[in-house]
């Protein structure tokens, strides 16, 4: 009987846990590829910290604590903040694009605020300067690496400025609600003294809190589509935005909300509170003038049905609202860049180190037929590029050492259209009408993006669009995913468990490829 027991108790124990041991002893198998090929010893003990987190959320979901039934937003919470812990301390300072402008900038609003800024430039503490100036190597590399662990000092006991000029800023073009996380994060590290590193990686970790707080809400706000927001979040493209300085953490942040406050405005049961419509124009009116392109989302405010709303006057008022306030804030915040845009003087323009014309509205409107042509030339010849980064197959500045294989991101196109469908616990069908909605902003968003960048980036001597990312989807993504959504397709089990999972690994999965390309450089 013993016996039995034993090997009864055996064969259970195998049943649970071998797919966590599994999943161990992979990723255990890719770090000791990574340390044949980098003969770091700190890899290698990433690694097997990796292989246990691998271990650790495998067993969880497993015994079934990632259930939907249980609290699934804390689930997702935790993930979502340990990954982007993760990512924060796997990418040096300013490895992440546009980095450098960010952190400055956030440096400027800093010193608006404390008087620090005059007709020469602005203050920059000179140790900060010295350790994250223009000069600074932005690439994911041993080098910057070891750049860190050496100069890094938790404290300093100099806080002797210097006046710099190398960069200008004015605060139309700075979208300050994404910026109050890192400005607030300097503000409180001068305020403390802390040493240059450290003051730098408090400004990622707030704008990493704020978009964990926002995604979360957003999780619970939606009223349906939930695994599609997870999904979004851990993309490898968002985490490394969340873990930056970058300004784009925050507009996706807000898209989220916005996105999700007028799901649940559409489907809701109950008629919209005062507080919710208030709430969605609030949001749309800082999203706007950060990025006029994604105020394509609002339009989804007006598929509210007016049976949603106390009368027909307080839908037509809010319909209003939601159009006209963001107008102003548009016109208000940005009619510096809006006359720029619309400016067809004959001075060169300027792109980096390179000088020449760019094409403008005047070509636009003179040749509507060659610029489609450039258009569909563009998607042609870079579609593969604008899907494979928005999913996170290159990060840092494009480094082609660290960027992962293509078929790395087959499996999180499966995982996102997996994540779009119904399922035990969401069962909301979404109408052919709403779906094509969803499809229609999210790809007018994409082609805003890609309007801007040919007429205020592209060289006319150029034969596609220059300057578009697929990180520029990710605002409007939870549309595009949704699109996906089928009404004939539903599984019959809880799909956040493995939504949350399969994001995980696959991160762990990226993560390792890419500290292995930059220690083996």
């Given at each position: 009987?013993l ?26 198998g ?16 990433f ?29 997702f ?8 812990l ?5 990418f ?8 450098p ?36 190597s ?27 000029d ?130 394509t989302?609002?339009?989804l ?30 016109l ?92 035990s ?62 009404e ?9 468990p ?24």
């Amino acid at each position: 009987m013993l016996h039995i027991s034993s090997a009864r108790s055996l064969k259970d124990f195998t049943t649970q846990y071998a797919p966590a041991l599994l999943i161990g002893a992979l990723i255990t198998g890719i770090s000791i590829y990574g340390y044949n090929a980098t003969n770091s010893i700190p890899y290698l003990m990433f690694g097997l910290f990796a292989a246990i987190v691998g271990i650790g959320l495998t067993a969880m979901y497993r015994n079934n604590l990632f259930s939907s039934k249980k609290k699934p937003s804390l689930a997702f919470a935790g993930v979502l903040a340990f990954l982007s812990l993760v990512y924060i301390f796997a990418f040096p300072p300013l490895s992440v694009p546009d980095e450098p402008h960010h952190f400055y900038s956030s440096y400027w609003i800093a010193d608006l605020i404390t008087g620090q800024v005059h007709e020469q430039g602005f203050d920059v503490r000179s140790a900060d300067w010295e350790q994250l100036s223009k000069s600074t190597s932005v690439l994911v590399s041993t080098e910057n690496y070891r750049r860190v662990l050496n100069n890094f000092e938790l404290f300093q006991a100099d806080d002797s400025t210097i006046t710099i000029d190398a960069y200008t800023y004015d605060l139309g073009s700075e979208n300050l609600p994404t910026k109050i996380p890192t400005v607030l994060a300097i503000l409180i590290g001068r305020a403390l003294h802390l040493g240059t590193y450290p003051l730098f990686y408090l400004g990622r970790i707030f704008n990493a809190v704020c978009f964990v707080a926002c995604a979360v809400l957003t999780y619970r706000i939606t009223p349906f589509g939930k695994n599609a927001v997870v999904a979004l979040s851990l993309l490898p493209m968002t985490l490394h935005l969340t873990a930056s300085f970058s300004y784009d953490v925050g507009i996706i942040s807000l898209g989220l909300l916005l996105t999700a406050l007028i799901l649940k405005a559409q489907t809701s049961a109950e008629t919209i509170s005062r507080k919710h419509s208030l709430s969605i124009i609030a949001i749309a009116a800082m999203l706007a003038p950060c990025k006029v392109i994604y105020s394509t989302i609002i339009l989804l405010a007006l598929f509210i049905p007016s049976t949603k709303f106390p009368s027909k006057r307080s839908s037509l008022l809010f319909k209003a609202g939601v159009l006209i306030v963001p107008i102003l804030m548009i016109l208000i915040m940005r009619i510096p860049s809006i006359s720029a845009v619309a400016n067809t003087t004959q001075d060169l323009d300027v792109r980096g180190a390179e000088t020449g014309h760019f094409y403008g509205l005047s070509f636009v409107l003179r040749n509507p037929l060659a610029t489609a042509a450039i258009f569909a030339r563009s998607f042609l010849e870079k579609g593969d590029f604008y899907w494979s980064t928005a999913l996170g197959r290159s990060l840092g500045w494009f480094q082609d050492n660290i960027a992962v294989p293509y078929f790395f991101c087959i499996p999180l196109l499966l995982i996102i259209i997996r994540a779009a469908q119904r399922d035990s616990i969401d069962t909301y069908v979404l109408s052919k009408k709403m779906r094509f909605v969803f499809l229609a902003i999210a790809g007018l968003s994409f082609l805003g993006c890609m309007f801007t960048m040919f007429i205020g980036y592209t060289f006319d001597t150029q034969a596609t669009i220059e300057g578009v990312q697929g990180r520029y989807i990710l605002p409007v993504a939870m549309l595009l995913i949704l699109s996906l959504r089928s009404e004939h397709f539903r599984s019959d089990s809880d799909s956040f468990p493995f939504t949350l999972l399969s994001m995980a690994l696959m991160n762990i999965v990226f993560l390792l490829h890419i500290v292995v390309g930059a220690l083996a450089v």
